[in-house]
């Protein structure tokens, strides 16, 4: 199983591409980090992967097909801003179980607290909230997650707490795994193979 | 003004509202009919303690007609706001949500209804459909969708692009479920408000129309019959025709209209400094 991006173009306007004919495969249970300056694509490549944006040419290949458009996509995203990424008027135990119904012990291993379930996202902080964006991607069903900049806004204990947890889980469920930094210290620290952006 | 004073003014102007609708409603009811005979011993008399808005050139109540014409005009004003804004609502949404063409169709629509005066398009689909309150109903509502329609699509459009949308999506679910879970919760302080401030606006309408003569017919006590009839005796001095009726009209319409405009900074405090 992998997924692969051949010969991506896309540009937010039609006078200019920031993507221009990149290509990037990664395999089931690899952990591979794409690497490149703010600003550079990073993101935006990540949200063609995940099937959230349409690349002008090129298409995003999930096990030699291309990515699903309905049901449960198996290219799950976890965006740089949790508190965008969660609907500020649901509850985060409704926010949490629209994806899937983790039990307690998935919770506790994510750190998330029972209590927290009950709460709106403006209730908890930003590593709170992060971990809910995760513990949601990691469905049964999640065979490759990418991770954009996930740990960029949180303190340093909890940067270790979810990338301790997010490599444990996708090593045990031989998950994909594309993490999206800027930071090469972090970026050599937790994936194996290390892409950069300029090279692609 | 503080969040705070807008919350009274809120409290103050809807609890003057539910007072008038009630007094018009109940005390509409227990006013006697009789009061709207012709009695022409009593007729042209000034305001005094018997009549307190003096009587029309039939002898008739002017109190009484005027509570009977307000209850019209706040029937009329309620449905055909409600009507209009579940119209704004479903179209908004539905151009949002199904862009490309959906969207392109729904917009021309708009721009068709915006570009004839909708005074015109009221009369019209007034006399088409035999006057009377139907008529008016349905002439104000199909004409006063579309502005609340247009601000739907925007706030759609601009809730769609976050990410938990996206995110939704990418979890399987369909455009219907985040349609009704993530966006129509979103829209419900826009589609109250929308509502409210349409509905002072359609009770003009009825009346305005009512006072052309498109309106309801002669026979019902309408504020806008009760004015049109009026016109034709301010110049022999009976300005009490016009001017309780008037002022009674203005001053429901001119407290629903604070009613909107507080709730929408008390929702939206950013969207109202626009």
């Not at chain 1, 509850?91 to 994510?110: Q, R, V």
């Not at chain 1, 740990?151 to 993490?179: H, P």
């Not at chain 2, 049109?228 to 002022?247: D, H, N, Q, R, V």
């Amino acid at each position: 199983m992998r997924i692969e991006a051949r010969n991506i173009v896309f540009g937010y306007d039609k006078s200019h591409n920031i993507l221009d004919g990149v290509s990037l495969a990664v395999q089931s249970g690899e952990r591979v980090a794409l690497v490149g300056p703010s600003g550079c694509g990073k993101s935006t490549l990540s949200q063609i992967l995940a099937g959230n944006l349409r690349p002008k040419s090129g298409t995003v290949f999930f096990d030699d097909k291309p990515l699903p458009e309905r049901g449960f996509c198996p290219v799950q995203l976890i965006y740089q801003h949790p508190e965008k990424a969660i609907n500020p008027r649901w509850k985060l135990g409704k926010t949490l179980t629209e994806a899937w119904d983790p039990d307690d012990d998935f919770l506790s291993a994510l750190g998330i607290e029972k209590a927290w379930l009950n709460r709106y996202p403006a209730e908890l902080s930003g590593g709170e909230m992060q971990r809910f964006c995760i513990a949601r991607v990691l469905s049964p069903q999640t065979k490759f997650i990418i991770a954009d900049e996930v740990s960029t806004m949180l303190d340093v204990v909890t940067q270790a707490q979810i990338w301790d947890v997010l490599l444990r889980v996708a090593k045990e469920r031989n998950i994909g795994l594309l993490a999206v930094t800027h930071s090469v210290e972090l970026a050599a620290r937790i994936c194996p193979r290390l892409v950069e952006f300029a090279s692609l | 003004m503080s969040k705070l004073n807008r919350r009274t003014v809120a409290a103050v102007t809807a609890s003057a509202i539910l007072i008038i609708i009630i007094a018009v409603y109940v005390g509409g009811a227990l006013l006697p009919n009789s009061a709207l005979e012709a009695d022409f011993s009593q007729k042209g008399q000034p305001p005094s303690f018997a009549h307190i808005f003096g009587t029309d050139f039939l002898g008739r109540d002017m109190f009484v007609r005027t509570v009977k014409g307000l209850s019209i005009s706040l029937v009329v004003g309620a449905a055909a706001s409600v009507i209009a804004s579940i119209i704004a609502l479903v179209v908004g949404v539905t151009a949002a949500m199904g862009r490309g063409w959906v969207d392109h169709a729904v917009n021309w629509f708009i721009d068709v209804f915006m570009s004839v005066p909708h005074t015109v398009l009221i009369i019209l689909i007034s006399i088409a459909l035999s006057r009377g309150v139907i008529g008016l109903l349905i002439g104000v509502a199909a004409t006063h969708w579309v502005t609340l329609a247009r601000i739907i699509r925007g706030e759609v459009l601009q809730i769609r692009s976050q990410s938990y949308i996206a995110a939704s999506r990418r979890f399987g679910k369909s455009p219907l479920f985040i349609a009704r879970n993530h966006i129509l919760p979103h829209m419900i302080p826009q589609f109250f408000v929308g509502l409210i401030l349409l509905f002072p606006h359609a009770i003009m309408h009825e009346s305005g129309l009512t006072f052309l003569g498109f309106g309801m017919p002669p026979e019902q006590p309408a504020v806008g019959i009760i004015l049109s009839e009026a016109m034709k005796y301010i110049s022999t001095g009976a300005i009490w025709l016009a001017f309780f009726p008037g002022l009674s009209l203005v001053i429901l319409v001119l407290l629903i209209d604070k009613l909107g405009n507080t709730l929408r900074f008390l929702f939206d405090p950013k969207e109202a400094q626009l």
